[in-house]
């Protein structure tokens, strides 16, 4: 069964303090994964889809790489507004997209 | 704004009761999915639809059923409710169903969610 673990579950950064989000996976033939960001009560944005390892995909502060067991969010100089919950989910064989719990960030000004 | 529509917002309701939640997919896209999201389970896979048919099953409950119009628009009907069934509910759209072998894995885009509560 595809499991996705994301890690931590929760940081705190202040302003301008760099950091990593881990996502590992355990999956059988990965055929994509994805980055999404999701706001309290709203639904997940698309944000990276990343398909096979050494990929990386950047968007202004954030950044995606993708290894053969894990992805790695990398948020340079956050600002408050990049406080969201960042969800990672999978997708292999004829599975349906399988989701991590997500990591709660919180950026303070 | 990622172009999936879904109605309504908010729903509260009483166990026992049927309700039925609709999901417009973005212009052009023929794959819609549902998921639910509640506090301890994450965002979860029901069902997917690609042009009227169902394609793939998740975790959905006999007490729920979906379906595709030829409009592409989706419902989510979920009857016989209960207290568990209070969670969050999204739908998502891609413009192709996910290839089985082969090909790329189109991105799924999200729509608002409807909250439900049962009381």
């Known amino acids: 069964e595809d499991q996705v673990t994301q890690s931590p579950e929760a940081l705190r950064l202040q302003e301008g303090e760099s950091s990593s989000l881990n996502c590992s996976y355990t999956v059988s033939g990965l055929r994509g994964l994805f980055w999404y960001r999701q706001d309290p009560g709203k639904g997940p944005e698309f944000l990276f889809t990343l398909y096979s390892a050494g990929e990386e995909k950047e968007k202004e502060r954030l950044k995606a790489t993708l290894t053969k067991k894990e992805s790695f969010l990398h948020i340079t100089a956050p600002k408050p507004e990049d406080s969201a919950t960042y969800l990672c989910?999978?997708?292999?064989?004829?599975?349906?997209?399988?989701f991590g719990k997500g990591t709660r960030l919180s950026v303070i000004a | 704004d990622s172009g999936v529509t879904q109605t309504p917002k908010h729903l509260i309701t009483a166990t026992g009761q049927r309700v039925t939640l609709r999901c417009s997919p973005r212009s052009g896209d023929l794959s819609v999915y549902w998921y639910q999201q509640s506090l301890d389970q994450g965002l979860q896979f029901l069902i997917q639809?690609?042009?009227?048919?169902?394609?793939a099953k998740g975790n959905i409950l006999e007490r729920f059923s979906a379906q595709q119009f030829p409009d592409l628009h989706s419902e989510l009907n979920l009857s016989s409710l209960e207290l568990g069934d209070s969670a969050l509910y999204f739908c998502?759209?891609?413009?192709?169903?996910?290839?089985?072998?082969?090909?790329?894995?189109?991105?799924?885009?999200f729509g608002p969610g409807t909250r439900l509560t049962v009381l």
């Open positions: 998502a759209s891609s413009p192709h169903r996910l290839l089985l072998a082969g090909g790329s894995t189109d991105t799924q885009y």
């Open positions: 989910a999978v997708i292999s064989g004829n599975t349906p997209l399988v």
């Open positions: 639809y690609y042009n009227g048919e169902e394609r």
